[in-house]
């Protein structure tokens, strides 16, 4: 197993606020180097785009909204945003600024997010 760029080794972490340290069945978790927090080696890039989502939605549910993963396109994420956000004006701007923002830091193969 080859430990993540800015890792030595494996180090558990946990999937959000308050989440215990242990993963299911203890498994191993990288923190950092591009695979995301909370998300086991070896998920898929579709898993690991919805963990970064996971790290958006409080965000956008406080203004009564959600985001989904349609799927993944080569090295494009295409996402739905849904309940008030999916006919909000400010849409696109939560998209850029917060939602490809926080997918491109933990998925770094992901090039683009597009709404699908």
Do not use: F
């Amino acid at each position: 197993m080859v430990p993540g760029p800015a890792l030595a080794g494996p180090e558990v972490v946990p999937a959000g606020p308050g989440a215990a340290l242990a993963g299911a069945a203890g498994e191993t978790k990288w923190g950092r180097g591009g695979v995301g927090v909370g998300v086991t080696i070896g998920a898929t890039l579709a898993e690991r785009v919805n963990a970064a989502l996971d790290e958006v939605r409080p965000a956008i549910a406080r203004d009564g909204g959600d985001v989904w993963l349609v799927r993944v396109e080569g090295t494009t994420a295409l996402v739905q945003m849904v309940g008030a956000c999916g006919g909000c004006a400010m849409s696109t701007t939560t998209l850029r600024g917060l939602i490809e923002t926080t997918v491109l830091a933990r998925c770094p193969e992901i090039t683009g997010v597009e709404q699908a």
